[in-house]
């Protein structure tokens, strides 16, 4: 057995973060707050108050350019903790954290987070997956521009941010179409291509301002 894998036995910490079990029991007495699509949890440049642990829904991270521009440099779903890294260095927001699914959030205060980061040792190691799911993240990120086709990585975004769809009716995707290109990594004129390819095969449909993805399963 490993050392990770033991420590993960000893601390009770569940198989796979966003399953079914909410890995952070220290926190589940913890007011919720409900932010609805659009409403930031957070802004780039503000102090680094509180940590956000994600109970539900679909976040994404942007971060202004110094020459205005805006970016998606992540997703983060269920279980996340978001705004760990800059509350623990003591630096402001790197990035803003906006939902692009209603999202229910517990707001743990940074001096909070810390004294129970020092008394737990579950809630340390918790802390140290997450930094560790980042940085897997980030690689297969990296590693999915150099090996897969635009297409193929078109289908991974919209598997990931649709998550599970219904039995008979698939699942709206929750970001505009400059926001898939950035995050397939392609100009907003060759997504349409792509888009249209997918629409042609039956995987996406137009219903009104929301494209709808309708896996091979259903489609």
Known sequence: MTIARQLTRE?????????????????????????????????QGDPSDHVCVLESGLVK?????????????????????????AALLGTPRAVTAMPVRTAVVVRVPVDEFERRLWASRRLAWYALREQCLDEQRSHARIAAFACLSARERLEAVIAEVTG???????????LRDWELAQLVGVTPQYLCVLVHELRDEGLLERRGERWWWRPRELA
Do not use: K, M
């Open 11 to 43: 601390a009770g910490v569940p198989a796979i973060v966003g399953g079914v079990e909410f890995p952070w029991p220290e926190f589940r007495s913890y007011p919720r707050t409900e932010f609805r699509a659009g409403t930031p949890l957070f802004h």
């Open 61 to 85: 991270l942007t971060q202004a350019c110094a020459n205005g521009r805006l970016t998606i440099v992540a997703l983060r779903g269920r279980a996340s903790v978001l705004g760990l890294d």
């Open 164 to 174: 599970e769809p219904g039995p008979c009716d698939g699942a709206p995707l929750p």
